[in-house]
Nanobody, 122 residues
Framework: QLVESGGGVVQAGDSLRLSCAAS????????MGWFRRTAGEERTFVAA????????HYADSVQGRFTISRDNAKKMVYLQMNSLKPEDTAVYYC?????????????????WGQGTQVPVPS
């Protein structure tokens, strides 16, 4: 089970940190990711991190602004979002893979949270 938290309305240029609490699996053995969905569109990749935390991978649109991290002892994964833009407005989902690392896409992460909304008004 994955439960996201930390969403909410923020102004352009502000920062926000999303959290995801995992339970029911051996958290430290599989990759984790963040995806987002805007109205009327499919979920798109935002960031992913391997089981060990090495080599995080980011979508071009968030590279340099967002940082994914994980705490295996706490079974938590985070998404630090800085310099937010109106185009970052979306529902953000935490997702878990079945392997220590996968090529990040919505199809390679079979487990999902319920999502948390992040509106960034223009």
């Amino acid at each position: 089970q994955l439960v996201e938290s930390g969403g909410g309305v923020v102004q352009a240029g502000d920062s926000l940190r999303l959290s995801c609490a995992a339970s029911g699996r051996t958290f430290s053995t599989y990759a984790m990711g963040w995806f987002r969905r805007t109205a009327g569109e499919e979920r798109t990749f935002v960031a992913a991190i391997s089981y060990s935390g090495d080599g995080p991978h980011y979508a071009d649109s968030v590279q340099g602004r967002f940082t994914i991290s994980r705490d295996n002892a706490k079974k938590m994964v985070y998404l630090q979002m800085n310099s937010l833009k109106p185009e970052d407005t979306a529902v953000y989902y935490c997702a878990a893979a079945d392997f220590s690392w996968v090529v990040p896409s919505p199809t390679t992460f079979p487990s999902w949270g319920q999502g948390t909304q992040v509106p960034v008004p223009s």
